[in-house]
């Protein structure tokens, strides 16, 4: 099983619509990031949270929240998708016991907005 | 403004060759730089971590070198195979970032037999 899923792993949407990509981890890690990913720009972060009561805007955050259930889970919405948030998003998580710590990502969601 | 640059076109090499990767970053001071592996359709995996007090690392046939002075990271692949073929992208966290990646669009790696 992997460490870190996501759900949905597609999605097809309207503008205008509510949505929520989920990430669940198995890793006993504090730390829980949300990136998206478009073509020739690389990962941007859109949020992260380094435990359940600390939650951060990233670099893209407009249009965006989140919600951190437990420590295990972090969700990211949309509360009104837009076709310009169609991108392929990943939730990765990390180790806070040090610094240096390599991030661990989910396999991804792809979300079309029509 | 803050730039980390990855070579766009693809690399193309023969199977055995050594395939070498560069990273280019612009005003940031990175106390770290993390190398990952993206195949089509997957989460990036983590490869290899380099501090800015570190010249070279290795790991089996991955060599990275990170050069403060010159603002650049080299990812190397010796004897490279087939199943190298992916997408590289490079990573910095600047110095007190607690742990925030700033990551390169990354590198296409094309190994033909």
């Known amino acids: 099983d992997a460490d870190v899923t996501q759900t949905p792993r597609n999605r097809i949407t309207k503008t205008g619509k509510r949505i929520m990509l989920e990430c669940s981890q198995t890793?006993?890690?504090?730390?829980m990031y949300w990136y998206r990913q478009d073509p020739g720009l690389g990962l941007r972060l859109i949020y992260y949270?380094?435990?359940?009561?600390?939650?951060n805007k990233g670099e893209i955050s407009d249009g965006y929240s989140v919600s951190r259930q437990a420590q295990a889970k972090f969700s990211l919405s949309l509360e009104s998708a837009i076709p310009n948030q169609t991108a392929l998003y990943f939730c990765?998580?990390?180790?806070?016991?040090?610094?240096?710590?390599?991030?661990?990502f989910g396999d991804g969601t792809r979300l079309s907005i029509l | 403004s803050q730039k980390i640059e990855q070579n766009s076109e693809a690399l193309n090499i023969q199977e055995g060759k050594t395939a070498t990767l560069t990273c280019n970053y612009t005003n940031y001071s990175p106390a770290y730089l993390q190398w990952y592996r993206q195949d089509p359709g997957r989460g990036p995996v983590f490869l290899l971590l380099i501090r800015e007090n570190e010249k070279e690392k290795r790991k089996e046939r991955l060599k990275v070198t990170f050069d403060t002075t010159l603002k650049q990271s080299l990812f190397h692949i010796t004897a490279s195979q087939p199943a190298d073929s992916a997408t590289y992208l490079c990573?910095?966290?600047?110095?007190?970032?607690?742990?925030?990646?700033?990551f390169g669009a990354g590198t296409r790696l094309a190994v033909h037999p």
């Open positions: 949270s380094f435990d359940v009561k600390d939650i």
């Open positions: 990573a910095l966290e600047v110095s007190g970032g607690y742990n925030k990646l700033i």
């Open positions: 890793k006993g890690h504090d730390r």
């Open positions: 990765a998580t990390s180790d806070s016991g040090r610094s240096n710590q390599p991030q661990h």
